[in-house]
């Protein structure tokens, strides 16, 4: 089991940064990639980045140049640092661990940015 529990949400203003933080604990040992998802309101769940164990970093195309992922292996702690942000980013953020076929979720933040 892997439980995962997000912080940095917030209300930003269009143009502003957020970062979101994603703590890991559990059995970390087998996870394979980390992977930052939101889902704007009204809206289906989508995958905004991921960061693997060797370190591959991918990104959602809406996002690229704006946000960038990071770990610190030492805090088992993910981050997703938000620049630029934009009215569309509103939506709740979620972290997850994959770990094979199984996929473990936070509880989400909500991320607001008002135009």
């Known amino acids: 089991q892997v439980q995962l529990v997000e912080s940095g949400g917030g209300l930003v203003q269009a143009g502003g940064s957020l970062r979101l933080s994603c703590a890991a604990s559990g059995r970390l040992f087998s996870i394979d990639a980390m992977v930052w998802y939101r889902q704007p309101p009204g809206k289906q769940r989508e995958l905004v980045a991921t960061i693997t164990r060797g370190g591959s970093i991918n990104y959602a195309d809406s996002v690229k140049g704006r946000f960038t992922i990071s770990r610190d292996n030492a805090k088992n702690t993910v981050y997703l640092q938000m620049n630029t942000l934009k009215p569309e980013d509103t939506a709740v953020y979620y972290c997850?661990?994959?770990?094979?076929?199984?996929?473990?979720w936070g509880q989400g933040t909500q991320v607001t940015v008002s135009s």
């Open positions: 997850a661990a994959q770990q094979g076929p199984v996929n473990y």
